[in-house]
């Protein structure tokens, strides 16, 4: 079992930056695989970057360039810090947790203003 927390959501203008964390408590956090989704209203949820427990990272074709993905097994948290950012970010961003089987946050909110 792991619990996932997020923080870090906020308003912010566009052109700005925030970084999202995402605390991991519970079983081995080292062994999952590590992913933030977002889901902007209307719309499905949907991948923004992900990290292998290896350390290899993919993005969505968005927010490549924009945003990276981090992770530090040793704090059990999982980053995104998200750079250039456009009003068609806002969403709810969830992180996400797989081995096996897979553990979501409750998300958090980032609201980008024109």
């Known amino acids: 079992q792991v619990q996932l927390v997020e923080s870090g959501g906020g308003l912010v203008q566009a052109g700005g930056s925030l970084r999202l964390s995402c605390a991991a408590s519970?079983?081995?956090?080292?062994?999952?695989?590590m992913g933030w989704y977002r889901q902007a209203p209307g719309k499905q949820r949907e991948l923004v970057a992900a990290?292998?427990?290896?350390?290899?990272?993919n993005y969505a074709e968005s927010v490549k360039s924009r945003f990276t993905i981090s992770r530090d097994n040793a704090q059990n948290t999982v980053y995104l810090q998200m750079n250039s950012l456009k009003p068609e970010d806002t969403a709810v961003y969830y992180c996400?947790?797989?081995?096996?089987?897979?553990?979501w946050g409750q998300g958090t909110l980032v609201a980008v203003s024109p």
């Open positions: 996400n947790a797989r081995h096996q089987i897979q553990f």
């Open positions: 990290i292998t427990s290896s350390g290899q990272t």
């Open positions: 519970g079983s081995d956090f080292s062994i999952y695989a």
